[in-house]
């Protein structure tokens, strides 16, 4: 099971013999560790959910079953992924085919609520229509839901209406949903903040490593 | 049905930062495991590569596929992926020996300036051997194991995204320390016997048999949130959790079942008494990974050698040489290569041009509105810092040059008084204050003859004066270029000092009858760093040794040092060449800046409050204060505060001087950050200017051009644009730190340093603050 058990001992007497009687120093134990575990717990941390995400709305509407989940599961203010599973009401199966729409309108929008904010580079797409966001299978990376990003200028509580179309079938599911305010975009980003300071740190203390 | 198992295949959710982050992994150990192969073939063979490969390959599944997308619509995907972090990821990594192919793999100033300092650290050692202890690892396996199987935390980490990173995090960390003592990667010495290790495996696995009969008989659903979410066909979340249980007690127990099996069957093997010989042998003499030692050694050795060969300025071995590599070398020397990227350049001037004086007057519907401000300023910066001057290298203007020389004298030389950075940094200044005060990116017509003066500018300069006097003095995008550049990964230098020692007809600056000199004065064995630099390889051409190339530097490594260089002198001494550099760093956040809603508010505002007439006029006042005022008042006040703090000998003026040349890292990452910004943001603008041109010339198809084409958002870019100015300010700061300890007097480097990192400081934060404003979305249709 293990490489050194496992290579020939011809060949570990060999190793041996062609080397210096020194110990190998034994930080290298540390440094294995915190690359394999450091940079990939780095790797980790941009994984997000998927769209998906928590249950806003679930009935079961003329021929369909429709559940509406939105991305963060504490919706708030900003851009919030809304994804919608079409199932048949009798056999459960989820249903591809169908023609889905989200009607998104303000019922009662927090007074003095923090504006929702999104990086500079998303202000180039045009806002999306509220009162008909088109959900796709191309809007979600689970491609059994329909699905679209949906950007929410403001907190409060918002009337959600998700209509489903497939034929002459027609069914539609409707509640209101609590928007949350929007984190500060510092909160989004504060990783890349703490990074020079983390930066800065690790050299100090190297520099203490180096002269101890 | 066959529709949604598709649909099914198809819902992977591959996530950026994972997958740079395990590609850039599976280079670095790919890298080192080349390297090493070579060396110590049988540590090394293609199975090492292939489980190490599998292992990464076995996170981004885990992470990125099917599997992800339904674990919170299915907990036995859930578990899958679970199983996948902790039980399978793990010894694949393990197996493929990675701490030397990675420490191999990651670039050698990186390892000997970060690395080497914690691996010969006593607390370190000792943190790692209780870290590796099976007691240790067995017990933090199992603890974070059940606790993040506990209902409430298992619902937080459904809830929170985040604690959802954690606790794959802790997967994967606790699988990786779990399974250290079992594979036992080479060089690391055992420390339990090997027999200890079959009961260290199987009271993991009754752990895990507890858990999974928990899950697997109990009658009622354990985690709430899998009984809120729609259930498929033939499932309900009792069921769902009774396989999930029954995945994770099978496979998962088998998992540790197999290597226990093995090693019992190893120990009581005949052959292991001549195993344990040489296991007794080996651990007497503490060897366990007694055949890296020679490697390390070499390695570390190889690493003082270079650092030493650096000092005094001779090219390594083995560092990337482009001109060197094989055609893509024969490529970039050639001068028809050059010529044809040039007259590239040329044509696409003068389409630009004839487009700025008879195209529609609205930028972003004009190549003069879109090409040179939105492409070309964006694609410079990021050759600058990936490559180095290439625009230099392909500079248009040098057509027009060429003919000022055949058609004008040409013989004069360039006024003493003028052979300085002042005039190029003053134009800097002007070009930075017109670009707003004429709205230019939004103005064909006057982009035009932008271009058509600087055409008119180098044909005139160099038609009456010799030498490149228009590149080296006059012209400001070619002072861009060098100060860029001296943070650029390549520069143009000698391979090996000692051939130019015994040169005697120095035709890398003199020329030859074949190919001229260099035109900027730069003496190879002399120069140091890109400044003055246009990457016109006439000096390769020249050189009769073949000792020339375009070699692979750490980027902005001569920034802290002060040498003669040839043509430049000391940077303490060179005002002008601060004030250059000063113009290029305020004005990068300048620049950035005027284009943010509040800035431009606040403008308006002052337009009102000082009731001025024109735009320009205000415009002037805040250039004046911001590029010019502000610079002088901060870089003085530091300096002397500097010298004062630090007891650093000198004028203010020269360590103003030596200081201001750290800035550019900060400056450059600014540059990038905002170019960039309008690179990617308006990336597709030239398609419907290129068909609207087409219309116009009756060429083609009908129909209208695509105005409402939109290059995709890529919300990544604030992340980039962030990161960019971390690391430049991180690169300033380490300079400024280096200069400090050069200068200052013993024990006061830290002092003399805390003004240099309060300005490196601020500026980063103006430059953040910039970013996350609310852009104008200028060289694009609304």
């Known amino acids: 099971m293990t490489n050194d058990r496992s290579t020939s001992s011809a060949s570990q007497r ?5 080397l210096p009687l020194r110990a190998l120093p034994s930080p290298f134990v540390i440094c294995h560790l915190s690359f394999v575990i450091l940079l990939i717990s780095f790797c980790l941390a941009g994984n997000a959910f998927a769209d998906g995400g928590s249950v806003q709305l679930h009935s079961v509407s003329g021929p369909f079953d429709i559940t509406l989940f939105a991305e963060p599961p504490v919706p708030r203010a900003g851009q919030i992924d809304f994804s919608a599973l079409i199932q048949d009401a009798k056999s459960g199966e989820p249903v591809m085919d169908a023609v889905v729409t989200l009607a998104l309108t303000p019922v009662k929008v927090h007074q003095n609520a923090q504006p929702a904010w999104y990086p500079p580079s998303c202000a180039v797409s045009a806002p999306a229509n509220l009162a008909a966001v088109p959900l796709l299978h191309s809007g979600a990376s689970n491609r059994l839901l329909y699905g679209a990003t949906v950007e929410i200028p403001s907190a409060g509580v918002w009337h959600v209406r998700t209509e489903v179309q497939r034929g002459g079938e027609h069914a539609s599911v409707e509640g209101s949903v609590d928007i949350a305010d929007p984190f500060p975009p510092v909160a989004s980003y504060w990783p890349l903040f703490l990074f020079p300071v983390v930066a800065v740190g690790l050299y100090v203390l190297r520099q203490h490593v180096q002269k101890a | 049905m066959e529709d949604a198992a598709d649909a099914v295949i198809e819902s992977w959710s591959i996530q950026l930062w994972p997958t740079v982050g395990l590609v850039l992994l599976a280079v670095i150990y790919f890298r080192g495991w080349l390297k090493l192969r070579r060396q110590v073939p049988h540590r090394f063979d293609g199975w090492r590569l292939a489980s190490f490969l599998g292992g990464v390959a076995t996170v981004f599944l885990a992470l990125d596929s099917p599997l992800d997308t339904f674990s919170n619509l299915l907990l036995q995907a859930h578990m899958i992926q679970h199983l996948l972090l902790m039980m399978i990821a793990p010894p694949l990594l393990l197996l493929g020996n990675p701490f030397l192919p990675l420490l191999t793999g990651l670039p050698r100033p990186f390892v000997r300036e970060v690395i080497r300092p914690f691996l010969l650290w006593n607390a370190c050692k ?8 099976p007691k240790v690892t067995w017990i933090l396996f199992v603890v974070l194991t059940l606790g993040w199987h506990a209902p409430p935390l298992y619902e937080l980490t459904l809830r929170s995204p985040t604690w959802h990173i954690i606790e794959h995090a802790c997967f994967l960390g606790s699988g990786t320390l779990f399974w250290w003592p079992v594979v036992q990667p080479w060089p690391s010495r055992p420390q339990w016997p090997e027999w200890a290790i079959i009961p260290y495996l199987l009271l993991a696995d009754v752990q895990n048999t507890v858990l999974s009969a928990f899950l697997t008989f109990s009658d ?5 949130s899998y009984g809120l979410v729609p259930q498929f066909p033939g499932m309900n979340p009792l069921s769902d959790q009774h396989a999930a249980g029954a995945i994770m007690w099978v496979p998962g127990s088998i998992f540790y079942l197999i290597p226990a099996g093995i090693l019992a069957m190893r120990f009581l093997s005949p052959r292991r008494h001549a195993a344990a010989r040489d296991e007794l042998l080996l651990s007497r003499s503490r060897v366990s990974g007694r055949d890296a030692l020679p490697l390390i050694r070499s390695w570390f050795n190889t690493a003082r050698s270079k650092k030493r060969s650096e000092e005094r300025e001779i090219v390594p071995t083995g560092r990337v040489d482009l001109l060197a590599l094989g055609w893509v070398g024969r490529v970039i020397r050639s001068l028809a290569f050059r010529r044809v990227v040039q007259g590239i350049l040329f044509g696409l001037a003068v389409l630009i ?21 939105t492409h070309w300023r964006g694609l410079s910066v990021l050759a600058l810092l990936v490559f180095g001057n290439f625009f230099c290298f392909a500079c248009p203007f040098t057509f027009a040059r060429d003919l000022g020389r055949r058609i004008l004298p040409g013989n004069r030389q360039w006024p003493r008084w003028l052979r300085t950075k002042w005039v190029s940094a003053g134009l800097l200044a002007i070009y930075l204050w017109s670009y707003e005060a004429f709205s230019l990116w939004n103005s064909p017509w006057l982009t035009a003859w932008v271009i058509i003066g600087y055409f008119v500018a180098a044909i005139v300069v160099d038609g009456f004066f010799r030498g490149a006097s228009f590149c080296k003095y006059v012209c400001p995008i070619g002072q861009f270029n060098f100060v860029q550049s001296l943070v650029s990964p390549f520069e143009v230098k000698t391979r090996n000092l000692d051939v130019c020692h015994t040169c005697k007809s120095f035709d890398c600056i003199k020329g030859n009858q074949q190919q001229r000199g260099c035109e900027l004065r730069l003496f190879q064995p002399k120069k140091e760093s890109n400044l003055d630099c246009t990457f016109c390889l006439d000096c390769v051409r020249a050189c009769p040794h073949d000792n020339i190339g375009i070699i692979a530097v750490t980027p902005g490594r001569t920034l802290a040092r002060d040498h003669f260089r040839s043509s430049i002198g000391r940077f303490a001494e060179r005002t002008d060449l601060a004030a250059l550099v000063l113009v290029l760093v305020f004005g990068a956040f300048l620049n950035a800046a005027s284009m943010t809603l509040p800035v431009e508010n606040a403008l308006s505002f002052s337009r009102l409050t000082l009731d001025l007439i024109s735009r320009p006029a205000v415009l002037l006042i805040f250039f004046f204060l911001v590029l010019g005022l502000l610079p002088l008042i901060a870089i003085a006040g530091c300096a002397l505060a ?5 007891s650093i000998t000198g004028t203010v003026r020269s360590i103003a001087c030596r200081f201001t040349m750290t800035l550019v890292p900060l ?3 600014m540059w990038l950050a905002h170019f960039g910004f309008h690179l990617f943001t308006a990336l597709l603008t030239p398609i419907p200017v290129v068909q609207r041109i087409f219309l116009d010339l009756h060429i083609g198809s009908n129909g209208s051009p695509w105005w409402s084409l939109h290059t995709p958002a890529i919300p990544q870019l604030l992340d980039f644009q962030c990161l960019a100015l971390d690391l430049g300010l991180l690169v300033s700061l380490f300079f400024a730190w280096k200069v400090c300890v050069r200068l200052a007097a013993k024990r006061k480097a830290v002092a003399a340093f805390l ?3 309060v300005l490196l400081s601020l500026l980063y934060v103006a430059g953040i603050w910039i970013v996350f404003q609310p852009m104008e979305m200028r060289g694009m249709l609304h």
């Open chain 2, 755 to 757: 003004p240099w990192s």
């Open chain 2, 353 to 373: 041009v004839c487009d700025g004086l008879f195209g529609p007057q609205i930028g972003p519907m004009n190549l003069a509105g879109t090409l040179p401000w």
């Open chain 2, 667 to 669: 400056g450059a990452a």
């Open chain 2, 220 to 224: 009622r659903v354990v985690y709430p």
């Open chain 2, 642 to 646: 500097s010298r004062w703090l630090g």
């Open chain 1, 14 to 18: 060999a190793d041996f013999d062609a």
């Open chain 2, 126 to 133: 000792r943190f790692g051997r209780w870290l590796t202890n």
